[in-house]
């Protein structure tokens, strides 16, 4: 059964600093991998997309990285602003699920200090 | 441009009454998704759809059922509610199932007493 971890749980930097989020995951026959930002009572707005054959993605401030042979898969957010405040899921497709079912991490929640 | 809108918002039931979460999306997606969300643990998949007129179980399946009722819109129904289902339940969809990204409604947060 497939496993997703994010380490840590919790993560408070201070604005101007690069975030390292971390997901990683037991099962590498995956079919893609996203990263998900929530804010507080609100739903979730996908960052990034990784299909497996890539090994990176980006969008603006952001970076994700994917590594399927070690189960990791990691985000940048350079120069964090106290807008980036918010909790981070990853979530993984299996290779055999075409049907775009999702296992989800518990997340990270981010404060970034003024 | 909605997206994909629950309702309602918030919701308080009784242990033993019935309800039915609604959603609908407005950007011609095939598949569409009930998950829910727990304190301190990931989303976790409760029925799924992956085309009109399918559905599916997906991890924690027990004590839902969900109608597709059309392309637009996905149900999920609580015939008999119980604390344990206290939770903030997402609809969710993708434009064709796993290879895109998924796109999240609000969230409806629900409490059983």
């Known amino acids: 059964k497939q496993e997703v971890t994010q380490i840590p749980a919790a993560l408070s930097v201070p604005e101007g600093e690069n975030l390292v989020l971390n997901c990683s995951f037991t099962d590498s026959a995956i079919y893609n991998l996203q990263w998900f930002r929530q804010d507080p009572g609100k739903g979730l707005t996908s960052l990034l997309l990784?299909?497996?054959?890539?090994r990176e993605q980006t969008s603006g401030r952001l970076n994700a990285s994917l590594d399927k042979s070690s189960g990791r898969s990691t985000l940048y957010i350079a120069a964090s602003q106290p807008g980036d405040s918010a909790t981070y899921l990853c979530a993984v497709t299996k290779t055999t699920d075409s049907w775009g079912k999702l296992q989800f991490g518990a997340g990270t929640q981010v404060v970034v200090t003024p | 441009n909605a997206g994909v809108t629950q309702t309602p918002k918030f919701q308080v039931l009784k242990t033993g009454q019935s309800m039915t979460l609604q959603c609908a999306q407005d950007?011609?997606?095939?598949?569409m998704y009930w998950y829910r969300q727990d304190p301190g643990m990931g989303l976790r998949l409760i029925y799924y759809s992956a085309s009109e007129g399918t559905t599916d179980k997906g991890e924690v399946p027990n004590g839902y059922n969900v109608s597709r009722l059309n392309k637009r819109e996905f149900s999920l129904r609580l015939e008999s509610a119980a604390p344990s289902q206290t939770s903030v339940y997402f609809c969710a969809s993708t434009p064709r199932g796993g290879n895109t990204e998924a796109f999240f409604g609000q969230g409806t947060r629900l409490t059983v007493v």
């Open positions: 950007m011609n997606h095939n598949s």
């Open positions: 990784i299909q497996s054959s890539q």
